[in-house]
Antibody
C-alpha cells in the first residue's frame, strides 16, 4: 500500500527558506503513471495547490508562488522535495504531499500533512 | 485561473438524510472535477474523480454528477462517518484549484 510521509522543520523564521521532503513507500516514484505534488492548507482555511513534479524532473508551479518555489525529485531515495523561499506568516500552513494520477488528473493518495509555522 | 465556488458553505443534517453539495466553475471544465472529504486533523481523501467516477473503497451512497460548469456531490443516506468538510477541485487547467469547502455537521 502506497504511503507518503512529509518531513522537515515545523518552525521557520520570516524571510528564510521552508524545506520539506516527502518520502514515498510501497511504490516507485519513477512510475510513468503518476505525478507528485505539494498542497498546503492554512489553519482553518482551504486547500492550495503549490506545484507538481514528474519523476523525470519536469515541474509545474502555481503562478501565485512560482517566483519563490522549487520542487525536486530524488528517484534513488524515492523522495521529492519542496523549497519555498522568503517565507512570511502567510506561508504558515499544513503542507501535504500527494500523488496525482496522471490522466485524468486527481490527487489519489495523500501524506498525513505537516504543520509549518513561520515565526521569529 | 479557474475559480471554484461551492454551496452551501455549511449545512446541518441528520443520519439518514440525503445531502447534496453544489460546485460551480468559473468556466467550462468538461468533466475534470474531483471531490474530496476531509475530517479534522486529517488529510483530504479522494471520493469522486472525473465528476462521477467513484474512487475504490468509497461507499456507493456517495455519487457525483455534472459537466461543464455545474457539478453536484450527493450522499444518499448520511452516515456518522460522513460528517466532514467536502471540497471540489478542477483539474482541467493549471493551476489546479479547489473550492472553498462545504462543512457537513450534525443537526
Amino acid at each position: 500500500q502506497l504511503q507518503l510521509q512529509e518531513s522537515g522543520p515545523g518552525l521557520v523564521k520570516p524571510s528564510e527558506t521552508l524545506s520539506l521532503t516527502c518520502t514515498v513507500s510501497g511504490g516507485s516514484i519513477s512510475s510513468n503513471t503518476y505525478y507528485w505534488a505539494w498542497i498546503r492548507q492554512p489553519p482553518g482555511k482551504g486547500l492550495e495547490w503549490i506545484g507538481t513534479i514528474y519523476y523525470s524532473g519536469n515541474t509545474y508551479y502555481n503562478p501565485s508562488l512560482k517566483s519563490r518555489v522549487s520542487i525536486s525529485v530524488d528517484t534513488s531515495k524515492n523522495q521529492f522535495s519542496l523549497k519555498l523561499r522568503s517565507v512570511t506568516a502567510a506561508d504558515t500552513a499544513v503542507y501535504y504531499c500527494a500523488r496525482i494520477f496522471g490522466g485524468p488528473y486527481y490527487f489519489d493518495c495523500w501524506g498525513q500533512g505537516t504543520l509549518v509555522t513561520v515565526s521569529s | 485561473d479557474i475559480q471554484m465556488t461551492q454551496s452551501p458553505s455549511s449545512l446541518s443534517a441528520s443520519v439518514g438524510d440525503r445531502v447534496t453539495i453544489t460546485c460551480r466553475a468559473s468556466q467550462s471544465i468538461s468533466s475534470d472535477l474531483n471531490w474530496y472529504q476531509q475530517k479534522p486533523g486529517k488529510a483530504p481523501k479522494l471520493l469522486i474523480y472525473t465528476a462521477s467516477s467513484l474512487q475504490s473503497g468509497v461507499p456507493p451512497r456517495v455519487s457525483g454528477s455534472g459537466s461543464g460548469t455545474d457539478f453536484t456531490l450527493t450522499i444518499s443516506r448520511l452516515q456518522p462517518e460522513d460528517f466532514a468538510t467536502y471540497y471540489c477541485q478542477q483539474s482541467y487547467s493549471s493551476p489546479f484549484t479547489f473550492g472553498p469547502g462545504t462543512k457537513v455537521d450534525i443537526k
